[in-house]
């Protein structure tokens, strides 16, 4: 079993739609949260962290933890098509070492 | 702010020559930085960290012979892959965190596409 379990779609959904965006976790030690974007042949970019559970809001952007479930989402509200990407969890228990990713979740979003 | 700059960003070379790659954070000290490995359509497998003035940390069944790191200063970390044969073909990316805040995440530099003949 991965440590990091995220399906690696793709997602497809019209421009304006919300997207909802998820992974589980089988490591109850994991603490710290990330979503990174990755374009195509470009490096990651990080969109959100959090530290343990609770919800965190950037602008269309709101990622949520549940420890209880080992459930981590992310969604996008009014969805554009430049949000066409592929979308990474990661995961860390000892601060923002050593990341474990999930295999990415590749969303295209369509006028 | 934490941009973290990866040269070059593509690299075709022969079998069996050694290629250098570049890891710079911009606008941040970084006393560690890690380096990655993506396949097509997969995620990020790390490599091993860096660390700034010592050796780096290896993960489990990467040559540390093959993938030299150097870390010798707070913003530059060097990836070397010597003897590079088809197979180290691959997208390498590197992360750095800032030095002085504590709990952060990494910031990602923009890979490098190594293809070797």
């Known amino acids: 079993q991965k440590e990091v379990e995220q399906d690696p779609g793709p997602l497809s959904v019209p421009e304006g739609a919300i997207v909802s965006l998820n992974c589980t976790y089988s490591?109850?030690?994991?603490?710290?949260f990330m979503w990174y974007r990755q374009y195509s042949r470009k490096g990651p970019e990080l969109l959100m962290y959090?530290?343990?559970?609770g919800n965190k809001e950037d602008g269309r952007f709101t990622a949520q933890v549940d420890k209880s479930s080992k459930y981590i989402s992310l969604f996008i509200r009014d969805s554009q098509p430049s949000d066409s990407a592929t979308y990474l969890c990661?995961?860390?228990?000892?601060?923002?070492?050593?990341?474990?990713f999930g295999a990415g979740t590749r969303l295209a979003v369509h006028p | 702010g934490a941009v973290v700059s990866q040269h070059p960003s593509w690299v075709i070379c022969k079998s069996g020559t050694s290629v250098k790659i570049e890891c710079r954070s911009l606008?941040?000290?970084?006393?560690?930085m890690f380096w990655y490995r993506q396949f097509p359509k997969q995620s990020l497998m790390l490599m091993a960290t860096?660390?700034?003035?010592?050796?780096?940390?290896?993960e489990q069944g990467v040559e540390k012979d093959k993938f030299l790191i150097n870390h010798a200063s707070l913003t530059l970390s060097t990836l070397t892959v010597t003897s590079a044969h088809p197979e180290d073909s691959s997208f390498y990316i590197c992360?750095?965190?800032?030095?002085?805040?504590?709990?952060?995440?990494?910031?990602f530099g923009d890979g490098t596409r190594l293809s070797i003949l």
């Open positions: 959090t530290y343990s559970s």
């Open positions: 992360s750095a965190s800032p030095q002085s805040a504590g709990d952060q995440p990494q910031h």
């Open positions: 860096s660390n700034e003035g010592s050796k780096a940390t290896y």
């Open positions: 990661a995961t860390s228990s000892g601060g923002y070492n050593k990341l474990i």
């Open positions: 490591n109850s030690a994991f603490q710290y």
């Open positions: 606008d941040f000290q970084a006393t560690t």
